[in-house]
Nanobody, 123 residues
Framework: QVQLTESGGGLVQAGGSLRLSCAASGRTFSWYAMGWFRRAPGKEREFVSGISRSGQNTEYADSVKGRFTISRDNAKNTMYLQMNSLKPEDTAVYYC????????????????WGQGTQVTVSS
């Protein structure tokens, strides 16, 4: 079992920045590829970004490329999502997830999920 806890969400104006964290406990953190997903009101959950076990490989949704940066610190059992140049359309609940199949963009390839953290971007 892996427990994931997101933090760092909040209310920010358009153009601002936030840094999300995902703290993991349980099994060895470095065994797992990690990902960020989000669900906006009235929309389906969507992939935001993913990172490999070592952190060397990353993947981003087109909508966040160049604005968001994913990273991880295996010594601290923590993953991060630095979000810059935020837009109102980034408003959503953000979830972190972990999986054993390597870097993945599909939600069904992840085993464990956090409870989510709300990000609200005002115009």
């Amino acid at each position: 079992q892996v427990q994931l806890t997101e933090s760092g969400g909040g209310l920010v104006q358009a153009g601002g920045s936030l840094r999300l964290s995902c703290a993991a406990s349980g099994r060895t953190f470095s065994w797992y590829a990690m990902g960020w997903f989000r669900r906006a009101p009235g929309k389906e959950r969507e992939f935001v970004s993913g990172i490999s076990r070592s952190g060397q490989n990353t993947e981003y949704a087109d909508s966040v490329k160049g604005r968001f940066t994913i990273s991880r610190d295996n010594a601290k059992n923590t993953m991060y999502l630095q979000m810059n140049s935020l837009k109102p359309e980034d408003t959503a609940v953000y979830y972190c997830a972990s999986g054993l199949r390597g870097l993945a963009v599909r939600a069904d390839e992840y085993l464990y999920w956090g409870q989510g953290t709300q990000v609200t971007v005002s115009s």
